[in-house]
């Protein structure tokens, strides 16, 4: 009976782990629409521990940690996708832990009912950054139409919003009781989910004049 305790010892003290990493969890993420995920990020926490970024490994795979055991909280999310948190639990043996999948399949965000502006200009003066503009004015209008110059909707002092949902060419016009007009022109495009216009600023300096 000594004996075969001693030789069980002896295999016990013979095992060997091997230097494969094993990874804790692998994940594919694709959106549930087939549509190509664009700006795709992966976070994992571990029983309840901070966020770790999980690792893209191309086409749609992503790595959740590595040698890690415990309670597997991984969340994806995409442009224009609804994030998407599951959770699982990942276990080890003597020497590795024992990977577990995930598949995600996102939902395409739903767009909200709120107009956004398509430009943001704020006015100065040439003759002090604080100085208050006189009856000062903002239209906008596009160049490949005969549709008349629109007024932008005055939000703050000296500040207007132009073009609401407006995507394309637009030509923006400014100007104030004893300063010149300004033209500038510029391309508004669509945000990476496609609901809205994605909102630029416009910083104008108007010059004063004699008159």
Known sequence: MIFLLALAACFEEELACTNFYAFSVTTTVVSVSGETLEGVVGSYSVDGGDSKPCEDFGKGNFVCGGEEAGHFAVTFE??????????????????????EQLAFELDVAACTEEEVAAVIVNLSSDLSADAVLDNAWVSWQDPNTDMAPQPCDLTATDTFACGFESVGEMDIRAGADGHASELRGLTSVLTADECHVETQTLDLVLLATDC
Do not use: K, L
Not at 78 to 99: F, M, N, R, S
């Open 78 to 99: 995409a442009d224009g996708h609804v994030a998407q948190t599951q959770e699982v639990d990942v276990e080890a043996d003597e020497c590795h832990v024992i990977g």
